[in-house]
């Protein structure tokens, strides 16, 4: 028998594995490719400390919950799904017969360390632990030789730890017993938690629809980088995109056609019903938006007393914006808000429903006010907390409800004032649709190139002048797709920046640095490749995986 050791400290883990299953195999282990601190996660976690040990992955390895719950039985499943898709490895959870000895995946509610983390004094854990929705996102991993434990105070917690492990499972296997590779990942204990509550990307799927299995392919990726909210831009003057049973044209009629004049489409119920269940089984929140009341010609195609002026519009595929309004001065109107309203407010679980509000330029400013204040109301009605975009607090907005500052820095302070909640997504910096630099293929550049770098180099806690900390709600990277029409496309624009928008919204300050980043960023090539994702080969990046197409390298 042969035993070929790159690095002692492992010595461990490997002896372990010999005890089990080998009788007489040559083997050979590396030592773990990287420390642990070098793993390259995005975003960033909290805390690090790394151990001389070295967790070893291979076909006898198994999962242990903690319970035959069905929260746990889906985190179990998920992680052999995704240590499957990465290593071809099918591990067995809580198998009747583990094979002894071999290391095992600990997936634990209980939450020792994480209590012992805070009560030893670990500054940074204690300080975030006190927000309740941060609590319940935080967990522990640590990385022994003989298991790695995943402690988290709830189901979310412990899937955003699962992103983690994800992450730490190194790209290639270390040849091990035989023919039976090694996945050897360096040892260690993580503590981590969120430095924002919302951390979210938006999808625009009225101005092109995408289809459910585009969305749930944007919400698989949205996951890996512990995204947790995926707001749908549902409506728009091109088209109307969920299905409302008391109103039975504005999909058949207002959902007909999107941007180019091409086909559009909606979400039948049990389409969008099963969209938030996939997106809950990710522990992503789905916000809703029925933007309104600009922005709403292809209601009023369906619907004509909505505008008011008495005239029948067209169905619209340009991208001009700011030429509809309804009329604010009609309860019909208010009638027909609130079944909208209380139709997809009862299709959705999570706290928000996004109104909408912005670039509302032909309705009047008395008419706006009474507009987003009466269905300010509406959506609380239905129990929601109500969202807009920035224009919103320009009528009688409370701290009741949410401003999303995108444009407007007057509005952003007006917001404070109140005592509004802001979530930033600032055109300049978070928008998913600016192009990255003049001849990318998609996208605007009203408000600018918005290159990778540009995209993670700011700092949302001093962005908006005036906005603290405690009224940040979180950030969020909207994707307007006035140009994008299919997964490849939102992919191009989304990647390689959504990541940095996930690690402006989970890591703490301190621990943001470009050069950091960018060095992290490279290696999610390997990420990007094995699921296809058509990420733009920003020229920024060192990217760790080559392509033989110069065609798809950047240029910027
Ligand atoms: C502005 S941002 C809009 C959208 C467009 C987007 C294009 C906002 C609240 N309104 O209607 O799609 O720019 O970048």
């Given at each position: 028998?042969?035993?070929?050791?790159?690095?002692?400290?492992?010595t461990?883990?490997?002896?372990?594995?010999?005890?089990?299953?080998?009788q007489?195999?040559?083997?050979?282990?590396?030592?773990?490719?990287?420390?642990?601190?070098?793993?390259?996660?995005?975003?960033?976690p909290?805390?690090?400390?790394?151990?001389?040990?070295?967790?070893?992955?291979?076909?006898?390895?198994?999962?242990?919950?903690?319970?035959?719950?069905?929260?746990?039985?889906?985190?179990?499943?998920?992680?052999?799904?995704?240590i499957?898709?990465k290593t071809?490895?099918?591990?067995?959870?809580?198998?009747?017969?583990?094979?002894?000895?071999?290391?095992k995946?600990?997936?634990?509610?209980?939450?020792?360390?994480?209590?012992s983390?805070?009560?030893?004094?670990?500054?940074?854990?204690?300080?975030?632990?006190k927000?309740?929705?941060?609590?319940?996102?935080?967990?522990?991993?640590?990385?022994?030789?003989?298991e790695?434990?995943?402690?988290?105070v709830?189901?979310?917690?412990?899937?955003?730890g699962?992103?983690?492990?994800?992450?730490?499972?190194?790209?290639?296997?270390?040849?091990?017993?035989?023919?039976?590779?090694?996945?050897?990942?360096?040892?260690?204990?993580?503590?981590?938690a969120?430095?924002?509550?919302?951390r979210?990307?938006?999808?625009d799927?009225?101005?092109?629809?995408?289809?459910?299995?585009?969305?749930?392919?944007?919400?698989?990726?949205l996951?890996?980088?512990?995204?947790?909210?995926?707001?749908?831009?549902l409506?728009?003057?091109?088209?109307?995109?969920?299905?409302?049973?008391?109103?039975?044209?504005?999909?058949?009629?207002?959902?007909?056609?999107?941007?180019?004049?091409?086909?559009?489409?909606?979400?039948?119920?049990?389409?969008?019903?099963?969209?938030?269940?996939?997106?809950?089984?990710?522990?992503?929140?789905?916000?809703?938006?029925?933007?309104?009341?600009?922005?709403t010609?292809?209601?009023?195609?369906a619907?004509?007393?909505?505008?008011?002026?008495?005239?029948?519009?067209?169905?619209?595929?340009?991208?001009?914006?700011?030429?509809?309004?309804?009329?604010?001065?009609?309860?019909?109107?208010?009638?027909?808000?609130?079944?909208?309203?209380?139709?997809?407010?009862?299709?959705?679980?999570?706290?928000?429903?996004?109104?909408?509000?912005?670039?509302?330029?032909?309705?009047?400013?008395?008419?706006?006010?009474?507009?987003?204040?009466?269905?300010?109301?509406?959506?609380?009605?239905?129990?929601?907390?109500?969202?807009?975009?920035?224009?919103?607090?320009?009528?009688?907005?409370?701290?009741?409800?949410v401003?999303?500052?995108?444009?407007?820095?007057?509005?952003?302070?007006?917001?404070?004032?109140?005592?509004?909640?802001?979530?930033?997504?600032?055109?300049?910096?978070?928008?998913?649709?600016?192009?990255?630099?003049?001849?990318?293929?998609?996208?605007?550049?009203w408000?600018?190139?918005?290159?990778?770098?540009?995209?993670?180099?700011?700092?949302?806690e001093?962005?908006?002048?005036?906005?603290?900390?405690?009224?940040?709600?979180?950030?969020?990277?909207?994707?307007?797709?006035?140009?994008?029409?299919?997964s490849?496309?939102?992919?191009?624009?989304?990647?390689?920046?959504?990541?940095?928008y996930?690690?402006?919204?989970?890591?703490t300050?301190?621990?943001?640095?470009?050069?950091?980043?960018?060095?992290?960023?490279a290696?999610?090539?390997?990420?990007?490749?094995?699921?296809?994702?058509?990420?733009?080969?920003?020229?920024?990046?060192?990217?760790?995986?080559?392509?033989?197409?110069?065609?798809?390298l950047?240029?910027?």
């Amino acid at each position: 028998m042969k035993n070929i050791l790159f690095k002692p400290t492992i010595t461990a883990a490997i002896a372990l594995l010999l005890t089990c299953s080998c009788q007489d195999k040559s083997i050979v282990v590396q030592a773990p490719e990287m420390e642990l601190s070098q793993a390259g996660l995005i975003p960033r976690p909290l805390e690090i400390t790394e151990n001389e040990q070295a967790f070893a992955l291979y076909k006898d390895s198994y999962i242990l919950v903690a319970d035959s719950s069905e929260a746990m039985k889906n985190l179990g499943r998920f992680t052999v799904e995704k240590i499957f898709q990465k290593t071809g490895l099918l591990l067995k959870v809580n198998p009747k017969n583990p094979h002894k000895g071999a290391p095992k995946i600990k997936i634990l509610w209980e939450v020792p360390t994480l209590k012992s983390a805070i009560h030893e004094g670990n500054k940074n854990l204690s300080a975030y632990l006190k927000n309740p929705y941060e609590v319940s996102e935080a967990y522990t991993l640590s990385v022994g030789e003989q298991e790695v434990v995943l402690q988290g105070v709830s189901a979310a917690g412990l899937f955003r730890g699962i992103q983690t492990l994800r992450q730490l499972i190194p790209e290639k296997a270390s040849v091990g017993l035989a023919q039976d590779p090694l996945w050897v990942l360096a040892g260690g204990y993580i503590s981590d938690a969120p430095y924002y509550a919302y951390r979210g990307a938006m999808l625009d799927v009225a101005r092109h629809f995408f289809n459910t299995s585009e969305v749930k392919r944007f919400i698989d990726q949205l996951a890996y980088y512990k995204i947790n909210t995926l707001h749908l831009h549902l409506t728009d003057d091109q088209g109307w995109r969920i299905a409302i049973d008391a109103w039975p044209k504005l999909t058949a009629v207002g959902g007909s056609k999107e941007v180019g004049g091409g086909l559009g489409g909606y979400y039948s119920k049990e389409q969008y019903i099963d969209l938030v269940a996939y997106a809950a089984k990710h522990f992503i929140s789905i916000v809703p938006e029925v933007d309104m009341p600009g922005h709403t010609n292809a209601a009023s195609v369906a619907y004509p007393f909505l505008n008011g002026n008495g005239k029948t519009p067209a169905l619209y595929t340009g991208t001009e914006v700011g030429f509809s309004t309804w009329d604010a001065n009609n309860e019909k109107v208010y009638d027909f808000v609130t079944d909208v309203v209380g139709e997809i407010a009862a299709m959705s679980p999570g706290p928000y429903f996004h109104l909408g509000g912005d670039e509302s330029h032909v309705t009047e400013k008395m008419d706006y006010i009474t507009f987003i204040d009466r269905v300010s109301e509406i959506v609380k009605q239905a129990g929601k907390t109500p969202i807009g975009w920035d224009e919103i607090v320009t009528a009688h907005t409370d701290e009741t409800a949410v401003a999303q500052f995108w444009a407007s820095e007057e509005n952003a302070a007006i917001a404070v004032q109140k005592g509004m909640k802001v979530l930033l997504s600032p055109a300049k910096k978070a928008y998913l649709d600016m192009q990255y630099q003049e001849d990318s293929p998609y996208g605007l550049h009203w408000a600018g190139y918005v290159p990778v770098d540009t995209a993670y180099m700011w700092t949302p806690e001093t962005y908006a002048k005036g906005v603290p900390k405690e009224l940040i709600l979180g950030i969020e990277a909207p994707l307007w797709s006035e140009t994008v029409s299919n997964s490849d496309e939102i992919e191009f624009m989304a990647f390689p920046r959504l990541p940095g928008y996930a690690e402006l919204a989970w890591t703490t300050p301190a621990l943001r640095s470009w050069d950091h980043y960018k060095a992290r960023l490279a290696k999610q090539s390997h990420f990007f490749d094995r699921y296809q994702i058509n990420y733009y080969r920003s020229a920024k990046i060192d990217w760790e995986t080559t392509v033989s197409d110069p065609k798809t390298l950047g240029k910027d």
